[in-house]
């Protein structure tokens, strides 16, 4: 890493002369400045919310002053993390619902359910996080344990990637539906069905079919605020959230004005046929905070419920393709759309199939327009003649899902198909950015799990000792880019975010260890000691 030697600088609203006033001075740190040098230094001048300079400590204590200066203590700065796909208001409702992340057994999962019930009472439980990929038994539970438990109260429960749906038949009932219906037709999803009834599991398009009572205003607010709160405390300060609709955008911004939210948002709205409608015409939303330019499409479902769209059957279930959630014409309908405008079109796409089909879909519609920065969200399993794709295209992309996956992925696709899957470096390599994220909250929140996802390709347990597929690992220079000036530019930002320098927002984190140069195995251990947004503190351990 290279030192920052002079990198005081004007800016058109004050001059360099000694003891200029700015808002806000941190010095004796270690500060990244993940400049396009990768560059650092020791400390920064803030005012007005933004960088006005970054320098040595004599550098910044000889031309500037402020009544507002803090000590690093030589603890590292970087700047403010950014997750490059998430789903933030989600991560808030999650809080007023029953959490099923971590269990290890279907009957573990309804302890949670009986005891969620017993706490909150509630006309219809929801929540998420189970994953039958966990459990001894490595298969999807039926309803008929929910039914003895819940035989009134109806019970909807997410798979922990969103993808699947575990029901009761209250739930059934609530949505004009009964077990005996097992002839629905629906593209794109699946009821799983067994010994000639339906067993409670819906798989992506399916779940549609149950109908779920909605956040009312408060619970809404609610969420988002404890959504804000979670994320400050982890360094977070902008989140690209796939998949909001309209009325959740407008009271993000509402929230946003009042100063109430402060966490800076880009918006991939939900290309439901009406949001395409009314954004394309609209145009691009665009304040300080909130960045609405891009719709998020869904290609297919998620691998561990063998919704991912494959070239060939899974290895671990005869004749099974999983599916495309549309007909393939339409996502060419919704690209030419979102093509005619100046929005981004970030699309879900797991599958080897899947992916082959958006990348070309996207070829085909942009011809030759320049800087579009269309996205592959997840970019999961790619065959080896499709990743020349990614020549223009932005493989956005979380490292988390890779670790989590390992133990099984092997069996449900083979060994073939598993080079080209999780291949972050090769994706990298051919694009030249990657913008990295976590999915959260099908993952962990924490970015720092990303992070040792990505370099050391290892779980929280140390395993495998020698890293998964570690060909495609990424280093800790790519990784810290990913998080924060290429997720910048994969949002049309870099020019206020994503790095320490001078005229960009003043959003930096204050780490306790230096994930540069702290022992790998150290890295998930790393804690957030205070978050600024525009130079404002917003989170302090």
């Given at each position: 890493?290279?030192?920052?030697?002079?990198?005081?600088?004007?800016?058109?609203?004050?001059?360099?002369?000694?003891?200029?006033?700015?808002?806000?001075?941190?010095?004796?740190?270690?500060?990244?400045?993940?400049?396009?040098?990768?560059?650092?230094?020791?400390?920064?001048?803030?005012?007005?919310?933004?960088?006005?300079?970054?320098?040595?400590?004599?550098?910044?204590r000889d031309s500037y002053t402020s009544t507002n200066s803090i000590d690093a203590e030589n603890k590292p700065l970087y700047p403010g993390l950014i997750d490059a796909h998430c789903h933030f208001y989600r991560l808030g409702l999650q809080q007023q619902k029953v959490d099923l992340s971590g269990t290890q057994s279907y009957d573990e999962v309804l302890e949670r359910l009986v005891q969620f019930?017993?706490?909150?009472?509630?006309?219809?439980?929801?929540?998420?996080?189970?994953?039958?990929?966990?459990?001894?038994v490595k298969e999807f539970p039926t309803k008929e344990k929910l039914?003895?438990?819940?035989?009134?109260?109806?019970?909807?429960?997410?798979?922990?990637?969103?993808?699947?749906?575990?029901?009761?038949?209250?739930?059934?009932?609530?949505?004009?539906?009964?077990?005996?219906?097992?002839?629905?037709?629906?593209?794109?999803?699946e009821f799983i069905v067994k010994n000639g009834r339906l067993t409670g599991v819906l798989i992506d398009a399916a779940m549609d079919f149950i109908k779920i009572p909605g956040p009312n205003k408060d619970e809404a607010i609610e969420g988002l605020l404890a959504a804000q709160k979670i994320s400050f405390s982890y360094g977070l300060t902008t989140v690209d959230d796939a998949g909001l609709d309209k009325l959740e955008i407008e009271l993000i911004d509402s929230l946003q004005q009042a100063g109430d939210l402060e966490m800076r948002i880009y918006a991939m709205v939900s290309a439901t046929q009406d949001n395409l409608d009314y954004y394309t015409?609209?145009?691009?939303?665009?304040?300080?905070?909130?960045?609405?330019?891009?719709?998020?499409?869904?290609?297919?479902?998620?691998?561990?419920?063998?919704?991912?769209?494959?070239?060939?059957?899974?290895?671990?279930?005869?004749?099974?393709?999983?599916?495309?959630?549309?007909?393939?014409?339409?996502?060419?309908?919704?690209?030419?759309?979102?093509?005619?405008?100046?929005?981004?079109?970030?699309?879900h796409a797991i599958g080897d199939s899947t992916n082959y089909w958006i990348l070309k879909t996207y070829k085909d519609v942009l011809t030759d327009a320049k800087n579009r920065r269309w996205r592959i969200?997840?970019?999961?399993?790619?065959?080896?003649?499709?990743?020349?794709?990614?020549?223009?295209?932005?493989?956005?992309?979380?490292?988390?899902?890779?670790?989590?996956?390992?133990?099984w992925a092997g069996d449900r696709i083979g060994a073939e198909r598993m080079k080209g899957a999780y291949a972050f470096k090769k994706l990298l390599n051919t694009y030249g950015k990657v913008a990295l994220g976590t999915d959260f909250p099908v993952e962990n929140v924490n970015p720092f799990y990303t992070?040792?996802?990505?370099?050391?390709?290892?779980?929280?347990?140390?395993?495998?000792?020698?890293?998964?597929?570690?060909?495609?690992?990424?280093?800790?220079?790519?990784?810290?880019?990913?998080?924060?000036?290429w997720a910048a530019y994969s949002n049309f930002e870099e020019d206020e975010k994503g790095s320490i320098e001078v005229g960009?927002?003043?959003?930096?984190?204050?780490?306790?260890?230096?994930?540069?140069?702290?022992?790998?195995?150290?890295?998930?251990?790393?804690?957030?000691?205070?978050?600024?947004?525009?130079?404002?503190?917003?989170?302090e351990n």
């Open positions: 890493m290279k030192k920052l030697v002079v990198v005081l600088m004007c800016v058109s609203l004050f001059s360099c002369h000694k003891n200029t006033q700015v808002d806000l001075i941190v010095y004796n740190a270690t500060i990244y400045t993940v400049n396009e040098t990768f560059e650092t230094a020791q400390s920064i001048a803030i005012k007005d919310g933004k960088f006005v300079a970054i320098g040595t400590d004599k550098e910044i019930q017993k706490e909150k009472n509630s006309s219809f439980i929801t929540g998420r996080g189970w994953d039958q990929n966990d459990w001894p039914d003895k438990l819940f035989p009134n109260t109806p019970v909807a429960v997410g798979r922990v990637d969103g993808h699947a749906l575990l029901v009761n038949e209250a739930a059934l009932k609530a949505s004009g539906l009964s077990s005996k219906d097992t002839n629905i037709k629906v593209t794109g999803g015409n609209k145009g691009i939303i665009k304040t300080d905070r909130l960045n609405v330019r891009s719709f998020k499409v869904y290609g297919d479902g998620a691998l561990g419920s063998r919704g991912a769209a494959m070239k060939k059957p899974y290895s671990d279930r005869d004749n099974h393709y999983g599916a495309l959630i549309f007909a393939p014409e339409r996502y060419t309908q919704i690209a030419k759309q979102i093509a005619k405008s100046d929005y981004q079109m970030n699309t969200e997840h970019a999961q399993i790619i065959s080896e003649n499709d990743f020349n794709y990614f020549d223009n295209i932005i493989p956005s992309i979380q490292p988390t899902h890779a670790t989590s996956d390992m133990y992070f040792y996802a990505a370099v050391a390709r290892k779980d929280l347990n140390n395993y495998p000792a020698n890293g998964f597929q570690m060909e495609n690992a990424l280093t800790r220079e790519e990784t810290l880019r990913g998080m924060t000036i960009k927002f003043a959003d930096f984190v204050i780490l306790d260890r230096d994930l540069m140069t702290v022992e790998s195995a150290k890295i998930p251990d790393t804690k957030v000691l205070a978050t600024y947004v525009n130079g404002q503190k917003v989170y």
